[in-house]
Nanobody, 127 residues
Framework: QVQLVESGGGLVQAGGSLRLSCAAS????????MGWFRQAPGKEREFVAA????????SYPDSVKGRFTISRDNAKNTMYLQMNSLKPEDTAVYYC????????????????????WGQGTQVTVSS
C-alpha cells in the first residue's frame, strides 16, 4: 500500500521560510518522479515543483521559481520542498504526489499525470 505523508507546514510571516517533507512508503521510491502541488480555497490544484528519479532534473512554474527548491533523498524515501521568501499568495494546502516514471528529464506538471497523493499539509503565510 503506497503512502505519502507530508509534514512541515505551518504559519509563517511573509518573507519567511518553511521546509516541507514528504515521506514515501510502499513503493520503490527511486522509480518515481515526485511532485508538489498546492490548492488554495476556491482555486484549482496548482503545480509547484517536480523532480525526476535521480534528482538531476527539476521543474518549477514561474510563480515559485527562484524561491522554492525541490530535492529528494532516495536512501530515505523522502522528498523536500524548501520554500523561501514566502508570500501571502503561497497560502494553500500543499500535496506531494508520485508518478511511476524513470526519465532523464521531468516534464509532468499536471495533477492527472500523478497516481499517488498525500493528504496535504497546510501552509499559511501572513502579511
Amino acid at each position: 500500500q503506497v503512502q505519502l505523508v507530508e509534514s512541515g507546514g505551518g504559519l509563517v510571516q511573509a518573507g519567511g521560510s518553511l521546509r516541507l517533507s514528504c515521506a514515501a512508503s510502499g513503493l520503490t521510491f527511486s522509480s518515481y518522479t515526485m511532485g508538489w502541488f498546492r490548492q488554495a480555497p476556491g482555486k484549482e490544484r496548482e503545480f509547484v515543483a517536480a523532480i525526476n528519479w535521480s534528482a538531476r532534473s527539476t521543474s518549477y512554474p514561474d510563480s515559485v521559481k527562484g524561491r522554492f527548491t525541490i530535492s529528494r533523498d532516495n536512501a530515505k524515501n523522502t522528498m523536500y520542498l524548501q520554500m523561501n521568501s514566502l508570500k501571502p499568495e503561497d497560502t494553500a494546502v500543499y500535496y506531494c504526489a508520485a508518478r511511476l516514471e524513470r526519465t532523464a528529464t521531468v516534464v509532468a506538471s499536471t495533477s492527472v499525470e500523478y497516481k499517488y497523493w498525500g493528504q496535504g499539509t497546510q501552509v499559511t503565510v501572513s502579511s
